[in-house]
């Protein structure tokens, strides 16, 4: 079993930043990938950024340019820096990891509770 720990998020003015972070706990697991991912009302979770054990990134064309996902591998936590946020960007977002069960190397998607992003004015 492992549990995401978000934190972070709030309410922002257009062209401000935030930092999101969610830290990943538990025992015998690898990760495959973590990330987040963001819902906003009447819309379907979407991809924002994605970083993989190796370090690779991956960012959806909304955000690129502005936001820069880091991990730490030594604290199992990904920082997500936003920044020049925008009021599309306004929505509830969810860290994600892909682990494996370094005993049975099952593979286990996890979510975190969700964290608020409110971008206006």
């Known amino acids: 079993q492992v549990q995401l720990v978000e934190s972070g998020g709030g309410l922002v003015q257009p062209g401000g930043s935030l930092r999101l972070s969610c830290a990943a706990s538990?025992?015998?697991?690898?990760?495959?990938?973590m990330g987040w991912y963001r819902q906003a009302p009447g819309k379907q979770r979407e991809l924002v950024a994605q970083?993989?054990?190796?370090?690779?990134?991956n960012y959806a064309d909304s955000v690129k340019g502005r936001f820069t996902l880091s991990g730490d591998n030594a604290k199992n936590t990904v920082y997500l820096q936003m920044n020049s946020l925008k009021p599309e960007d306004t929505a509830v977002y969810y860290c994600?990891?892909?682990?494996?069960?370094?005993?049975?190397?099952?593979?286990?998607?996890?979510w975190g509770q969700g964290t608020q992003v409110t971008v206006s004015s």
């Open positions: 994600n990891a892909d682990v494996r069960n370094i005993l049975s190397y099952r593979r286990y998607q996890y």
């Open positions: 538990g025992s015998s697991f690898s990760i495959n990938t």
């Open positions: 970083i993989t054990g190796g370090g690779t990134t």
